[in-house]
C-alpha cells in the first residue's frame, strides 16, 4: 500500500490539489482546439467555470428568476433570499465585518471607477496627490487620470526594484501629506508581483490617506482579509475565480462608504423620493442602483464555496508549485527573458516572457495551433511595457485545474516555435 512517504510516480503528485479530481468538474477542460487536448494557460484573463457555478445559473432562470427587493411573492423572496445571501458569503470569504461593505459590481473596473468618481470627486482637491505603481492595470490607472485632470490633482508613481518588486523605501518618501490615496494592486496581471499592502496601508494612514487594493488577480489565488490587511477599499472580479462574467465586488470600510455619494442614481438605491429630491437608501444598496445581476450573483456564490472547499491555501500551494516548476523549465531555453520576481513564493500563477525577437503574437497564434491558449500584448499595462522597453509579452497564467504536464506541452510548443521562428528578426 502506498504511504505518504513513497515517491511521487508522476508530477501531478506534486500538487497539493487532486488535479484529476477538479478537472472532472470543468467540462470545457475537455474539449479539443483543432484536434488537440486544450491546454488553457490564459487563466489572468478569465479563469474556466466548474459544472456547479454553470448548474446554478440554470437552476435560477429554471426556477426561481424574480427581481430582488421588491415583489412580494415567493419567487421574488427566494431570489431576495439568494442573493442576500451570496453578499454574506462575500463577507465570509474575504473576512469583511458586515456585509453592508459588501457592493456588488459588474467588475473591477466597476469598482474602482465607482470609487474614483464618488470617493474621488468629494475628496481629492487641486494640488493633492493620487499615488499608484508603475504595474498598474488600466483599469486602476485610467480612472484616476481622469480625476485628477478634473480636480487638478497629482498623479505619483512607485518605483520597481530590477525584479518588479515595489521598492519600498522610495514608498516611504513618495507617500507624503499631501497623498489622498494609494491605488496599488495586490498582485501584478503581468509581472506576478505580490505587493506587500499592509506595509502600504500604514505609509497610507500614517499620512491621513485611505488605499485602494486591486485584488483582480489576488482575490482569486489567495485568502485574503481586508481587516487584516487594513485596507480601505477592495475590488475585484467573479470571472477571474471561477465565477460567471459580469459580477464583481467593491468592499468599503463602512465609515468611509456612509461618507461617499451614490455613483448611478434610479431605482432601489433610494429610500424616498419626491418630486423635487430623494434620499437614498442604506448601504450596500445605495450603490446597487437598478436591477443587478441577479442570476450570476447568484451562482457566483457557487465559485465561493468551490474555492473554500478546496481551501485557498491549496489553491496557493499548487499555484506556487507549478509556478516553480513552469519557471525552471522556460529558463531552459536560450533566449528568454522573464518578467517578475524569480522566487516563486514571492509572485502569483502568472509568467510574462518573451523570447530572442518573436513577436509575442506570433508565439500566441503558434501556441494556439497546438492547443495551447495564452495572452500576447501588453496586457492592459502600457506604461509597465515602457518600462521593460517591450512592445509587449507572452504570458501564461496557472489556475486551480492545470498540471505539470500541460507545463512540459507548453514548453515542447514554445521549443517548436524556436526552430520555425527563432531566426526572424523583428526590431
Ligand atoms: N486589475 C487587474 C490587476 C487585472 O488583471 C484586470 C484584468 C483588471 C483589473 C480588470 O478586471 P475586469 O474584470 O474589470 O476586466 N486583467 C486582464 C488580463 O490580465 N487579461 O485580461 C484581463
Not at 428568476?65 to 463577507?91: D, F, K, P, Q
Not at 437614498?280 to 442570476?295: D, H, M, Q, R, V
Request: one cysteine or more; aromatic letters at 6%; glycine letters at 8%.
Amino acid at each position: 500500500m502506498a504511504t505518504i512517504l513513497d515517491k511521487p510516480e508522476t508530477k501531478e503528485a506534486m500538487s497539493s490539489l487532486n488535479l484529476e479530481k477538479i478537472r472532472r468538474d470543468f467540462p470545457i477542460l475537455r474539449r479539443e482546439v483543432d484536434g488537440k487536448r486544450l491546454v488553457y494557460l490564459d487563466n489572468a484573463a478569465t479563469s474556466q467555470k466548474p459544472l456547479s457555478v454553470i448548474n446554478k445559473i440554470s437552476e435560477y432562470y429554471q426556477r426561481y428568476n424574480a427581481n430582488v427587493h421588491r415583489g412580494i411573492h415567493t419567487l421574488s423572496e427566494e431570489a431576495t433570499a439568494m442573493y442576500e445571501g451570496t453578499r454574506e458569503t462575500v463577507r465570509h470569504f474575504i473576512d469583511a465585518k458586515e456585509t453592508c461593505e459588501i457592493i456588488f459590481t459588474r467588475g473591477t473596473t466597476e469598482g474602482i471607477n465607482l470609487v474614483a468618481s464618488t470617493w474621488g470627486r468629494q475628496n481629492v482637491l487641486p494640488g493633492d496627490e493620487i499615488v499608484l505603481s508603475p504595474m498598474e492595470h488600466h483599469s486602476n490607472l485610467v480612472p484616476w487620470q481622469v480625476l485628477a485632470q478634473e480636480r487638478e490633482a497629482k498623479l505619483v508613481f512607485l518605483e520597481l526594484t530590477a525584479e518588479g518588486e515595489i521598492d519600498m523605501e522610495a514608498a516611504a518618501k513618495l507617500i507624503g501629506s499631501r497623498t489622498r490615496i494609494v491605488a496599488v494592486t495586490q498582485m501584478s496581471n503581468v509581472l506576478g508581483t505580490i505587493n506587500p499592502i499592509k506595509e502600504l496601508a500604514a505609509l497610507a494612514h500614517k499620512q491621513g490617506a485611505v488605499i485602494l487594493v486591486d485584488g483582480a488577480q489576488s482575490v482569486p489565488h489567495m485568502q485574503i482579509s481586508v481587516q487584516e490587511m487594513d485596507a480601505d477599499f477592495v475590488a475585484f472580479s467573479l470571472h477571474k475565480m471561477l465565477g460567471p462574467t459580469g459580477v464583481g465586488v467593491l468592499w468599503g470600510k463602512k465609515d468611509i462608504l456612509k461618507a461617499m455619494p451614490p455613483y448611478m442614481y434610479g431605482g432601489d438605491m433610494i429610500a424616498s423620493v419626491s418630486r423635487e429630491r430623494s434620499r437614498y437608501n442604506e448601504l450596500p444598496w445605495k450603490f446597487e442602483a437598478g436591477t443587478p445581476n441577479i442570476g450570476d450573483v447568484i451562482a457566483s456564490a457557487a465559485a465561493f464555496e468551490y474555492l473554500t472547499t478546496m481551501g485557498l491555501d491549496n489553491v496557493r500551494e499548487h499555484e506556487v508549485e507549478i509556478t516553480r516548476y513552469a519557471l525552471n523549465r522556460l529558463r531552459e531555453i536560450n533566449g528568454i527573458t522573464i518578467y517578475g520576481p524569480k522566487d516563486p513564493q514571492k509572485r502569483g500563477g502568472v509568467i510574462s516572457f518573451n523570447m530572442k525577437d518573436i513577436h509575442p503574437h506570433d508565439l500566441g497564434q503558434i501556441l494556439s495551433d497546438a492547443g495551447i491558449a495564452i495572452r500576447a500584448g501588453h496586457h492592459c499595462c502600457q506604461p509597465l511595457m515602457k518600462d521593460l522597453q517591450v512592445m509587449g509579452t507572452a504570458r501564461a497564467s496557472f489556475y486551480i485545474y492545470n498540471t505539470f504536464e500541460e507545463v512540459d506541452m507548453l514548453l515542447a510548443a514554445l521549443r517548436e516555435a524556436d526552430k520555425v521562428m527563432g531566426n526572424v528578426a523583428y526590431r
